[in-house]
T-cell receptor, first 112, second 114 residues
Framework: EDQVTQSPEALRLQEGESSSLNCSYT??????LFWYRQDPGKGPEFLFT???AGEEKEKERLKATLTKKESFLHITAPKPEDSATYLC?????????????FGKGTHLIIQP | ETGVTQTPRHLVMGMTNKKSLKCEQH?????MYWYKQSAKKPLELMFV???????ENNSVPSRFSPECPNSSHLFLHLHTLQPEDSALYLC?????????????FGQGTRLTVV
């Protein structure tokens, strides 16, 4: 059974204070690892897909990395508008359309 | 605007009511999904449709009944729900058989069962 564990559950940072969110996973065969951002009362917004260990992707202040056991979402010099819940999910490499297995998320608060 | 539209955004229903949630995707994808999001729990996959065919039912109670008339539309029919079914119901779509398999989500329907 696929499993995703995110840590910490919540993180409070000062504006400009860089940090990293962790996503540990177990999956029989990884098709992809996904990061989403979710604002209160809204659906998850797609950020990144990582497919193989060693892969990195960046978007503005966010950078996602992947190893064979975990992924990190690095946030550099965050701003208050980066406050959200960040979700990590994995997709199994079984054929066809497979849904995602999600972690519980990290609730990030950036204080001005 | 995410390309996946869900209606209604909010729904309050009694335990004896029958209602339906609607999802429409404008992305040309061939797979659609229903997820349930409850407080302090991960998103839970409920149903998967690939090319209009249901390929996965994650042990969901029969009081939830999905329908996928075509690759762009997905419904979730609800009847005799329980208060513990109150949650955010999210629809998503993706394109299978390609390099980019990420799912795109709608804004969700906030369901309250009274």
């Amino acid at each position: 059974e696929d499993q995703v564990t995110q840590s910490p559950e919540a993180l409070r940072l000062q504006e400009g204070e860089s940090s990293s969110l962790n996503c540990s996973y177990t999956v029989s065969g990884l098709r992809g690892l996904f990061w989403y951002r979710q604002d209160p009362g809204k659906g998850p917004e797609f950020l990144f897909t990582l497919y193989s260990a060693g892969e990195e992707k960046e978007k503005e202040r966010l950078k996602a990395t992947l190893t064979k056991k975990e992924s990190f979402l690095h946030i550099t010099a965050p701003k208050p508008e980066d406050s959200a819940t960040y979700l990590c999910a994995v997709q199994n490499s079984g054929g066809g359309a497979d849904g995602l297995t999600f972690g519980k998320g990290t609730h990030l608060i950036i204080q001005p | 605007e995410t390309g996946v539209t869900q209606t209604p955004r909010h729904l309050v229903m009694g335990m004896t009511n029958k209602k339906s949630l609607k999802c429409e995707q404008h992305l040309g994808h061939n797979a659609m999904y229903w997820y349930k999001q409850s407080a302090k729990k991960p998103l839970e996959l409920m149903f998967v449709y690939n090319f209009k065919e249901q390929t996965e039912n994650n042990s969901v109670p029969s009081r939830f009944s999905p329908e996928c008339p075509n690759s762009s539309h997905l419904f979730l029919h609800l009847h005799t729900l329980q208060p513990e079914d109150s949650a955010l119901y999210l629809c998503a779509s993706s394109q299978t058989g390609t390099a980019n398999t990420e799912a795109f989500f709608g804004q969700g329907t906030r369901l309250t069962v009274v």
